[in-house]
């Protein structure tokens, strides 16, 4: 895992904290509209053909924020990491927040539990993370294609893919933290979900830069921060 720590806040959501597994980039769920008209121009200056291949990425891309922003979603992560033949396998990392409605957020996440073990097609066990307790649901299923064109009877190609979701929470907290990932790379489906288990570890509510601070004081000990970072709640 790597250091950096991202931050999201908005509204009534909570703070919290993870951090992101080498090889993913934060995806910008809300561009300035100067950084978009500056990227327009970039590619009204392309030449034709590559014109129109970044044109193809550009909707792609604005289609990709918008349904994520209809989400809900609050942090986004694109992950490429070579593969066994050569190439690179792909990976969308997202993080989100269930509102508990008013009520206990450690019962709606035990519904929530219950609910996905139901489903037959979802493999669910209990997790005890540094920042709470949670749980992991994982399964195979079937999404449309992205950027592929419809079949000859007007249909959407789908592909399966193989779809990982830790839902967390802790004590005094009123919301449920999601974090899910999803690949194509059946193949690599376990090591997926050790990459989504690592995040899982990463996740918190106490800010890191308090942990650090509550380090370099002289009577908190030496080894404060390190304990506060493994287990924000003691």
């Given at each position: 895992m790597t250091d950096i720590l991202t931050e999201r806040t908005s509204g009534r959501v909570p703070a919290y904290w993870y951090g992101l597994p080498h090889g993913y980039l934060p995806l910008d769920l809300d561009p300035p509209v100067e950084k978009l008209t500056a990227l327009v121009n970039h590619l009204l200056g392309l030449?034709?053909?590559?014109?129109?291949?970044?044109?193809?990425?550009?909707?792609?891309?604005a289609g990709v924020v918008t349904a994520l922003n209809s989400h809900d979603v609050q942090g986004c992560a694109i992950g490429l990491h070579p593969d066994d033949e050569g190439g690179f396998a792909q990976s969308v990392l997202t993080f989100s927040t269930v509102p508990a409605s008013g009520v206990n957020a450690a019962l709606a996440l035990a519904d929530l539990a219950v609910t996905a073990a139901e489903d037959p097609e979802k493999d669910v066990q209990p997790l005890e993370l540094p920042c709470g307790t949670g749980f992991l649901a994982v399964e195979t299923r079937s999404v449309v294609a992205p950027g592929r064109p419809p079949e000859e009877d007007g249909s959407l190609p789908e592909e399966p893919v193989w779809q990982g979701t830790i839902a967390v929470t802790g004590p005094g907290m009123s919301d449920i933290v999601v974090v899910q990932l999803v690949t194509p790379a059946l193949e690599l489906a376990d090591d997926y979900r050790d990459v989504l288990l690592?995040?899982?570890h990463t996740v918190s509510f106490i800010d890191p830069s308090l942990a650090e601070k509550a380090d370099g004081a002289g009577d908190t000990g030496p080894g404060a921060a390190a304990d506060t970072a493994k287990n924000p709640f003691g």
């Open positions: 030449p034709e053909e590559a014109r129109n291949q970044a044109e193809r990425v550009l909707r792609l891309y690592g995040v899982g």
